[in-house]
């Protein structure tokens, strides 16, 4: 018999980082709501039409395909045609026939919602604002913040062009983060900014290749960017072009007027420029930013992989510099995702949170409150016999009063009482003994300070609810 085990990639949850995870995604939701947005919920599976050509190519490799039922249906037809010998030369060209597979399992969150909103448009209030917070599956090599299952919490307005909904992004970013107290900087810059630095640099039709060997700036420094960009075409007047534009630096309004003056030839560029200004304008306007340590600042060199993004594009990465993680965040501008589906002229834009990555880095730096991971308040002692029964009844007066409350189920040695208690981490335990039920009361001991109390049942209840 073969040990038990997971697939690669993925993993369980135990109660205590269920409990952190549901932390995080309920700060998240709060926040979601807080700014209008409603729930949304897909399909783990789509239709593989629905998830292909929508990521580029590295992306479609990635989508976890399901084989349909009734293989044994195309392996009757290959043994018919004396095929059996070179079955799986068969079943191999037949892998992408919808024969074999019609459906997969959801990338992203983004491409559904596109969909729905599509299927559902007569039935919608635009602009509509949605998030989202579900798994989703990707064919990736596991490593450390990267997993083959893994949740996205996503938040999108579509049906409107205004960058206060880019802002408004900004803000639940910011807010999100702060409240999580994870320290973060919120990168911004704009795909048409991008466009207009192809454009200055000569190569207009070369925008994907210059973007794809900007990204990788911070893993590879700008020498192993400059090779890239040589392999990819770019002559040394371009790659040199492209080198003053990452070299300039300042506050963000320095470094957005120095772009404009760059991009003097670019309409797109200069379009660019304008829409990251009055977005953190807006974002000025909005954020209350008193005790805020989270920066907003623009770099020209995030270039965001997928094909999609029209506009503003953002991305929020860790600040710590214990952490060594990705990014834990993004998003952007799409001006005609839901095109893909037949509606055109559908504005949207939203971001992305990385939850399992964001979970990663709060359990690395215990920033998680130390109350999320216990279930329980407090813990009933069971002495027995009639102090059972009383021990019921104050069970049963703490969980009126909204007190999480649990009794041990057996009679066993106090000893073995208090070690679970102290294993599950409660704040409090209460002894309900002979002395205790003769007297309508309750001794109640804080795990925390050591100290111990006899007081009654009602003052003990005041006191876990405090």
């Excluded at 909904?165 to 900087?185: D, K, M, R, W």
């Excluded at 953002?314 to 095109?339: A, F, H, W």
């Amino acid at each position: 018999m073969s040990k038990p085990a997971i697939p690669q990639g993925t993993r369980d949850y135990s109660p205590e980082v269920v409990r952190k995870r549901r932390y995080i995604l309920d700060t998240l939701k709060g926040i979601f709501e807080l700014y209008g947005f409603q729930p949304l919920e897909t399909p783990a599976m789509e239709n593989l039409t629905t998830l292909t050509g929508k990521y580029g190519e590295e992306g479609d490799r990635l989508i976890f395909k399901i084989l349909n039922n009734g293989l044994h249906e195309i392996k009757k037809e290959a043994d018919k045609a004396k095929l059996s010998a070179e079955w799986e030369k068969v079943l191999s060209k037949a892998y992408s026939s919808p024969l074999v597979t019609e459906r997969a399992l959801r990338y992203d969150l983004t491409i559904p919602f596109a969909r729905y909103v599509v299927m559902h448009q007569n039935e919608l209030a635009f602009p509509f604002r949605r998030y989202q917070m579900q798994p989703v599956w990707r064919a990736d090599r596991p490593q450390k913040g990267r997993y083959r299952e893994f949740w996205q919490c996503d938040a999108d307005v579509v049906g409107s062009t205004s960058l206060i909904n880019e802002a408004e992004l900004l803000c639940i970013y910011s807010q999100a983060f702060t409240h999580l107290g994870l320290p973060v900087a919120i990168k911004i810059n704009s795909r048409k900014l991008l466009q207009g630095l192809s454009e200055i640099c000569g190569y207009p039709e070369k925008m994907m290749d210059i973007t794809i060997a900007m990204d990788k700036l911070d893993k590879i420094g700008w020498s192993g960017v400059a090779t890239e960009l040589q392999n990819r075409g770019i002559d040394e007047a371009g790659t040199s072009l492209l080198q003053q534009a990452i070299d300039i630096t300042g506050t963000n309004d320095e470094k957005l007027a120095a772009y404009y003056a760059l991009m003097a030839d670019s309409p797109s560029g200069k379009a660019g420029v304008e829409e990251i200004r009055n977005s953190l304008e807006y974002y000025a306007s909005l954020w209350d930013g008193a005790g805020n340590t989270i920066s907003v600042d623009v770099d020209i060199s995030l270039a965001r992989g997928l094909n999609y993004y029209t506009g503003v594009i953002v991305e929020v990465v860790c600040t710590n510099p214990q952490v060594k993680m990705g990014s834990i965040g993004g998003g952007g501008r799409y001006d005609d995702l839901t095109g893909l589906f037949g509606l055109k002229g559908l504005s949207g834009v939203g971001i992305s949170f990385g939850v399992d990555r964001i979970y990663d880095i709060m359990d690395e730096l215990r920033l998680f409150p130390q109350q999320v991971s216990v279930s329980a308040k407090v813990i009933i002692l069971n002495f027995g016999g009639e102090n059972e029964l009383y021990a019921l009844d104050v069970l049963k007066q703490c969980r009126a009063a909204g007190v999480a409350a649990e009794i041990y189920p057996d009679a066993a040695k106090f000893d073995k009482q208090m070690k679970y208690a102290n294993k599950r981490e409660v704040a409090y335990v209460l002894l309900p003994g002979d002395e205790e039920r003769q007297t309508n009361s309750v001794s109640i001991k804080n795990f925390i300070t050591g100290e111990q109390k006899k007081m009654t049942i009602a003052d003990a209840i005041d006191l876990l609810n405090g």
